[in-house]
């Protein structure tokens, strides 16, 4: 029995493989690039399927021979079968497959073609492609490096009867030139506000730069807004919440800002509902470190005493935390402390993180919260192999085993570590499905055997040929 893993391409086999319309070869296990189309646009390609095998291969696949899996599997379509799923030796059939990107990034999946094919088995073409934005321009506003988001809002601090100023950064993070046509205060307290930006045009991946002032008459809060209109196609009107306190002398201020999975900056200074993940990460393992930035942006001492960082929730002992480094952040200094996160077993995880202090609000005691999440991991591993020639197994009580074990070859099911999963078994149609998932939850060299089962032979024929699967990464 000929067995093939998810990871190497059989090239050198005879039988089943798919050709391009310009007539590039794609074996079992290999990737097929579709290039970049536009969001919300569609490309299509049409290959072929062919047998150079010295054989009559049948395209077992029912109710389609050509059907379609993976995370990104509804952002392709098959918009033709094969006309013919009977191929002698040299005979091809064609087919049609669209990629039509629902979002901008890489999309994945695979295509899998059942057939009676005594060499390849289940064939498997990986599909990847990347959906891109249209050219615009793309408007981009920051403060140092804090990156704002639309309608986010930046907080000023200072004595009664003072000015405070930010500078405030406009990027053209787009293709095309960014037109800024208007800048504007708006809101309850606009007048105790003030701004120095005018109509510019931007080229692309350049900046321009203007200064907000806030100067509080008396000790309260206040309010405004800034708009900055421009031609970017889905911001037409950027606008940033203005939020001013008077203070009644010097007082500390903090600031807490992170990167979350889109890379994005984000204030988590006061504000609840903010989320960062891990993502997968095989138990036992930790993972990359995520760093938080602690400012101050008052003009006094902001106290970080003790343990201003904790840990509750759901799994905390699944994360760490380090404490800042320093007690003591004097104005306009920063600091940082970090997450990382090393699950103990497969699954969902889950944490808040929560900053403490005495008198990082406004010189009032603060708390600033951060959720956090991740995966104990796992990797699938596709196996197909090669029918069986015993008849049998492709009727009732017939089935295939799949076995597996870490770090070294086996010769039965019963050697320490090997690990059966359920089997695959006759399921009506004219053969038994020949290729199975399994599913690893560690990085190693995984060594995999398939045998048969009939009614006929209930102990089962003798294992395969091994092959290995290296894994380096969980999936999810």
Known sequence: MKLFPIFPSSSGIKGLHISDSEGKRYSSGSTLSLGSVLVTSSSSNTLNIENDGSFTVTLTGNPDAVSKSGIHSSQYVINSQPASTSLADGDSSSFQISFQPSSAGVKSAYLIINSDDPNIGTYILYLKGTGTDAPAPAIQVSEGSFNFIPNAQTNFYTPSGGTSSKTITVKNSGVQDLVISNISL???????????????????????????????????????????????????????????????????????????????????????????????????????????????????????????????????????????????????????????????????KSATVTLNTSNGKGGNASSSVLDVSGAGGRRDIIVTWAHSKEHAVHMASGAYRVCYKKGSDFSAEGDSGVTCDADVVYAGDPYTANYKTVTVSSAGTWYIRVKSFSQFNGTGSTFSKSIQAKVSSPGY
């Open 186 to 348: 708006s809101g309850t307290d606009a007048s105790l506000f003030s701004q120095n930006g005018s109509p510019v045009t931007i080229s692309p991946k350049k900046t321009y730069t203007f200064t907000i002032s806030f100067s509080p008459l008396s000790v309260s809060t206040f309010s405004a807004s800034i708009s900055i209109d421009s031609n970017d196609p889905n911001i037409s009107s950027y606008t940033l919440g203005l939020s001013g306190v008077g203070t009644s002398g010097n007082v500390a201020q903090i600031s807490v800002t992170y990167s979350d999975n889109n890379s994005i900056s984000r204030d988590i200074t006061s504000g609840t509902g903010f989320a960062y993940s891990f993502g997968s990460v095989f138990p036992g393992v930790i993972s990359s470190s995520k760093t938080i930035t602690i400012r101050n942006l008052g003009s006094s001492n902001l106290d970080l005493s003790g343990t201003p960082v904790s840990l509750s929730g759901t799994n905390p002992g699944e994360f760490t935390v380090t404490q800042p480094s320093i007690t003591s952040l004097a104005p306009n200094a920063s600091t940082t402390f970090l997450i990382k996160f090393s699950p103990t077993s497969v699954g969902s």
